[in-house]
């Protein structure tokens, strides 16, 4: 049995919904899943004016806890393209697990929100992947053995780096089924390969 994290930052709640999905996924393959979130490091008066989720149902993730687990998922929203600052100030403090290579032969993944179809989402999910690889885990995307890749019936999330949804530049649009699905695909997958690696 695997033990997975799904570490995330959301501004607006749609990587979060994303992150409940991915648990939900790597629960199902029988791996015990924690959902954690990264701080928040906006100042708060930006926090209030942009009027960012400050309700999370989750608890806070140290870094230094990362070796206890066999895979880390990894959601964040995109920001010109990247991860958000509060994903990457998270990951900076990851200094000394990577010089002692604490992460080494781990799997990790990565799934992402945007404002627009073409807002980023596969480059913010690369600068993860970059991350990860730096680290030595193994990156594992959400392949097209999930057919929802492959819809064209409507505007849909999803791509062969990660699982991705839309939530249009008001944050009106929440993640759709099909994207929730996407993420539930890639939480089971992942899942699954970290219990053969850890076996």
């Not at 029988?30 to 928040?40: D, L, M, N, Q, S």
């Not at 990247?82 to 604490?102: C, E, Y």
Request: negative net charge.
């Amino acid at each position: 049995m695997a033990k997975v994290l799904v570490l995330y930052y959301s501004s607006y709640g749609h990587i979060e919904a994303m992150a409940q999905a991915v648990a939900e996924g790597a629960t199902s393959a029988g791996a015990t899943v924690e959902i954690k979130r990264v701080p928040e490091t906006a100042p708060q008066d930006v926090v209030a004016a942009a009027h960012f989720k400050t309700d999370y149902a989750h608890p806070e993730c140290d870094p230094m806890d990362l070796p206890n687990y066999d895979a880390i998922i990894v959601g964040v929203p995109t920001r010109f393209g990247n991860m958000a600052s509060q994903m990457q100030a998270f990951w900076d403090r990851t200094g000394p697990l990577w010089a002692k290579g604490a992460l080494v032969g781990k799997v990790g993944g990565a799934f992402t929100s945007s404002a627009s179809q073409h807002g980023g989402n596969e480059t913010t999910l690369i600068s993860v992947i970059k991350t990860l690889l730096h680290h030595g885990l193994m990156a594992v995307g959400l392949p097209y053995a999930f057919a929802g890749q492959m819809n064209m019936d409507e505007i849909v999330g999803g791509t062969p780096y990660g699982a991705s949804t839309m939530a249009k530049g008001d944050g009106s649009r929440m993640p759709s089924q099909i994207e929730l699905d996407g993420a539930r695909f890639q939480g089971r997958h992942i899942a699954e390969i970290a219990a053969k690696v850890a076996a």
